[in-house]
């Protein structure tokens, strides 16, 4: 089984900073694809950004440029450092970890408990 906790939310002024966490464990680590997704209140989930085994990004139009996903195999670890944030960033944020095998299927992956991003004066 995989596990996923994720941390590192809280208030932010905006403009501030923010750098989240997302811990893997239960599995090999180097073989998962990780993606940050978030949930604005009263919104649909959407994609933030993502990381393939490998270390290929990829990242949602609303947050190119200030978001930045990493990982740190060693301590089997994804980091989402998030920089000049606004209110519109405000949202629940899930990581999901996917088998790289997985990639281009329909398997759901696994979802961490998610936390809470608020970003406000």
């Known amino acids: 089984q995989v596990q996923l906790v994720e941390s590192g939310g809280g208030l932010v002024q905006p403009g501030g900073s923010l750098r989240l966490s997302c811990v893997v464990s239960?599995?090999?680590?180097?073989?998962?694809?990780i993606t940050w997704y978030r949930q604005p209140p009263r919104q649909q989930r959407e994609l933030v950004a993502s990381i393939t085994n490998d270390g290929s990004t990829n990242y949602g139009d609303s947050v190119k440029g200030r978001f930045t996903i990493s990982r740190e195999n060693a301590k089997n670890t994804v980091y989402l450092q998030m920089n000049n944030l606004n209110s519109e960033d405000t949202a629940v944020y899930y990581c999901?970890?996917?088998?790289?095998?997985?990639?281009?299927?329909?398997?759901?992956?696994?979802w961490g408990q998610g936390t809470q991003v608020t970003v406000a004066s």
């Open positions: 999901n970890a996917r088998h790289s095998g997985l990639r281009g299927t329909q398997f759901p992956g696994i």
């Open positions: 239960g599995s090999t680590f180097r073989i998962y694809d």
